[in-house]
Nanobody, 123 residues
Framework: DVQLVESGGGAVQAGGSLRLSCTAS????????MGWFRQAPGKEREAVAD???????TYADSVKGRFTISKDNAKNTLYLQMNSLKPEDTGIYYC?????????????????WGQGTQVTVSS
């Protein structure tokens, strides 16, 4: 069975940093797209960043220059380094895995999801 387990969430002040991790199992990790999504209270879930099997990355405009997605295939682990955090970054962050259509393009929607980790940024 596919399993995704996120960790690293917490509460920080604006301007601070957090590093989220997502450990995956049950599939050949290196062959798929991996992504981070978030959902703020009262809002729809939105894509934050994704990385394909070749290491190509895509970011939401709201996090470009502040967040970095990366992965360690040997450890089956996905990361999201979040710097210069803002209160509007608050939400539940989810790790997900999905199919890759071609280099640089991940299929939507992603097929498997973790349980999420809370990130709270105070002003």
């Amino acid at each position: 069975d596919v399993q995704l387990v996120e960790s690293g969430g917490g509460a920080v002040q604006a301007g601070g940093s957090l590093r989220l991790s997502c450990t995956a199992s049950g599939f050949t990790y290196s062959e798929y797209c991996m992504g981070w999504f978030r959902q703020a209270p009262g809002k729809e879930r939105e894509a934050v960043a994704d990385i394909d099997s070749d290491g190509d990355t895509t970011y939401a405009d709201s996090v470009k220059g502040r967040f970095t997605i990366s992965k360690d295939n040997a450890k089956n682990t996905l990361y999201l380094q979040m710097n210069s955090l803002k209160p509007e970054d608050t939400g539940i962050y989810y790790c997900a895995v999905g199919d890759q259509l071609r280099r640089g393009v991940c299929a939507r929607p992603f097929g498997y999801w973790g349980q999420g980790t809370q990130v709270t940024v105070s002003s």
